[in-house]
């Protein structure tokens, strides 16, 4: 398989997500978003419901392909023959974290090559942690998730729902 790979746990995807996979499939050709399990993470969601949130917030994307998966990103890319990982930044602080997995991955695979796409420019203070926590606040997260992460947010956490 050519194309890339862009892992996370995606708990739950953003705008910011979506708008990353989307320049992906523009610049590669085909992006498989990687839905994976952190054992450090408690997630909202559970791996079905965000490899379907992801799968439906991207359903407009050509050449998107969607998948779960449990253990090293390393052997999940090498089962499925890709080279080359995608990783979002938005500021400094997350290059130290994505560099620092970018070198165990190569340790573990030389063959697998990270590339860093920056944030455009309006989605660089969102992340899947920040949407939790204005959700589960009563905050409106309309502008911030696709429509189907903003209704599932809201059945999750049975608030009333936003027009």
Do not use: C, W
Not at 29 to 47: C, I, Q, Y
Not at 76 to 83: E, G, P, T, V
């Amino acid at each position: 398989m050519n194309g890339v790979i862009y892992p996370g746990t995606f708990d739950p995807i953003t705008n910011g997500h979506v708008d990353i996979i989307r320049r992906s499939a523009q610049a590669f050709g085909h992006v498989l978003v990687a839905v994976g399990r952190n054992p450090d993470k408690e997630t909202v969601f559970t791996m079905e419901e965000r490899v379907q949130l992801v799968r439906d917030a991207t359903s407009d994307v050509q050449g998107v392909d969607v998948e779960g998966f449990d253990g090293l990103l390393v052997y999940f890319a090498l089962k499925k023959r890709i080279r080359l990982v995608v990783k979002g930044l938005r500021f400094v602080s997350d290059f130290e974290q994505e560099f620092q997995m970018a070198m165990i991955n190569r340790k573990l695979d030389s063959r697998l090559e990270t590339i860093f796409m920056v944030s455009s420019e309006t989605y660089t203070y969102l992340s899947s942690s920040v949407i939790k926590q204005i959700i589960t606040l009563g905050g409106d997260v309309s502008t911030l998730v696709p429509r189907n992460v903003e209704l599932a947010l809201v059945d999750r956490f049975r608030l009333g729902a936003r027009a």
